[in-house]
């Protein structure tokens, strides 16, 4: 069992920004690359973005240009900032390692509601 917990989220109007924060274990965050997840009401979790050891990122097109992940090792925290959020970003979001497809990962932590709306 993971031990992930995402924290950070809450009610932003559209245009608004959030950082999420994610506390893992050292060991995972220093041998792993680190993804965030979301998933929205009836749909199912899909894969934001994702960070290497080191520190290449990549990001879902729907994202891309408004998210940023980053990672602290030494911390033991992984970050996702989200800037220009849309109604259509309202979802739990969730922290875990990378995995193709998301539907490998059988353990999930604790992940935070993000909710955009006017």
């Known amino acids: 069992q993971v031990h992930l917990v995402a924290s950070g989220g809450g009610l932003v109007q559209p245009g608004g920004s959030l950082r999420l924060s994610c506390a893992a274990s050292?060991?995972?965050?220093?041998?792993?690359?680190m993804a965030w997840y979301r998933q929205a009401p009836g749909k199912e979790r899909e894969l934001v973005a994702f960070?290497?050891?080191?520190?290449?990122?990549k990001y879902a097109d729907s994202v891309t240009g408004r998210f940023t992940v980053s990672r602290e090792n030494a911390k033991k925290m992984l970050y996702l900032q989200m800037n220009t959020l849309k109604p259509e970003d309202t979802a739990v979001y969730y922290c875990?390692?990378?995995?193709?497809?998301?539907?490998?990962?059988?353990?999930w932590g604790q992940g935070t509601q993000v909710t955009v709306s006017s």
């Open positions: 050292e060991s995972m965050l220093r041998i792993s690359t």
């Open positions: 875990n390692y990378y995995r193709n497809p998301v539907g490998l990962i059988e353990s």
């Open positions: 960070i290497t050891t080191a520190g290449t990122t």
